[in-house]
């Protein structure tokens, strides 16, 4: 790729009934690796064995690479959403009758197929009825209806809850039972402990090291996909101060705010320097909530003060105007436009919020860029190089400093480490907590429940819709925000939260 070579050198063994890790860094050369097996890249030295075959094969295509018997299910789901869940279960092998898809028995099969795998849906639908995480688990039984030997899970539970992700994982081990190799990406390493045998380790390309689970423990796993000592696993800063607030700091206060059939109305006050974490189960209402405050959904209930003025937030540029910023879950939808350089998707917000007739300067443009680049780590060849080549961490980088280039005061970032390595949630916490520590408002959604705890100086809690609680740092359990989290009955706040 631009200025990088993607792999070199790399040996990877996969044995039969085996789940193996793969584990490293954003760039580390995971996904390339996937893509060569694949046949989505080309590779141009070595050479690939499977099944025991005393000659090398070349997998010209993903087809051809699931003829050898070699399934993907990506993080970012590829379905068809205005097809049905049948339709996209048999998509390219349809069931056939007299030259017609034969609908009733695709239907039939589909059903099956789901019910094995305990997956709840209604196969005549069209898939986008549903949720990312049911969404991603029809991808799963696609490639495992498909007589797979080979299954490549490549982030596969990034948008499961810890349900859905026991389901997954009793699926696999069905699948290792029956003789299938099962290639595991994922940047949870609990997860990799509890369910994979081996683990293959790459950095910058090249090969780390194979390992076996038992015999690695976490923080030296973290050290060889870092290439450096590195502790402390969670990387959070746990020891933030406690800080009284007033109400000549106060940045955001919500009275009644709300959106039928969107999301239930809350009150909720927010405060310079503070970091207000967004927690509860999927589906349960949190992005719905900062995406209310933001203005990119129109609430059409209650009242918003930021920086005590009222706000009626038509569309986002005016919450922009207001020193709001917004980083949005889904990076690739939402957030990259990915033909465009570095450069152009860093400067974007700043130039929206300057308008058409107050352009940068190309010299203006290319110092922000690379002070942020310099800044923020990210690692790209040029400020130039399109943003779709550089792995998802460093473009969750450049997301954030097109947010940062707008100066805001009030942040919000929704799941801003997902999806990516160890090394730059590290980076991503700290840049948090030093936002904070120069007076800046963070709101963090995050369903890493370590995480938000580690981050927050309050967290909010959801369920369902409904605001549940929210929870001062100095109460913080893991089993009060659970409850929380799986409870109806709606939070009511103290007098002086009024």
Known sequence: ???????????????????????GENGAGKSTLIKVLTGVE???????????????????????AQNRGISTVYQEVNLCPNLTV?????????????GLIDWKTMNKKAGKLLQDLDIHADVTQTIDNYSIAIQQMVAIARA????????????PTS?????????LFTLMRRLKAEGVGIIFVTHF???????????????????VGQFTTAELPRVQLVAKMMGKDFDDLAAIKNSRSEEKHGDDDVVIKAVGLGKKGYIKPFDLVIHKGEVVG???????????TVRVLYGAEKPDEGELKVNGKTLTARHPLMSMNAGMAYLPEDRKNEGIIADLSVRENLIMALQAKRGIFHLLSRKQQEEFTDKYIEMLQIKTASRETPIKSLSGGNQQKVLVGRWLLTDPDILIVDEPTRGIDVGAKAEIHSLITKLAG????????????PEVMGMSDRIVVMHEGTMTAIVDRKDFSSELILKYATSEVPYQPAADEQ
Do not use: W
Request: glycine residues 10%.
């Open 278 to 288: 967004f927690t509860g189960l999927l589906g349960s209402g949190r992005s719905e």
């Open 144 to 155: 495992v209806d498909m007589s797979a030997k080979v299954l490549i899970l490549d982030e």
């Open 159 to 167: 948008s499961l809850d810890d349900g859905e992700v026991e389901k």
């Open 1 to 23: 790729f631009p200025g990088v070579k993607a792999l070199q050198n790399v040996d990877f063994t996969l044995k039969k009934g085996e789940i193996h890790a793969l584990m």
């Open 189 to 207: 390493l609990e997860q990799v402990y509890a369910v994979c045998d081996k683990i293959t380790v790459l950095r910058n390309g090249q090969l």
């Open 42 to 64: 080309e590779f141009e030295t070595g050479e690939i064995l499977i099944d025991g075959c005393d000659h090398a094969i070349v997998n010209r295509s993903p087809q051809e």
């Open 438 to 449: 120069e007076g800046k408002a963070i709101i963090m959604i995050s369903s890493e429940l």
């Open 86 to 98: 049948a339709e996209n279960l048999f998509i390219g092998r349809e069931p056939r009758k007299g």
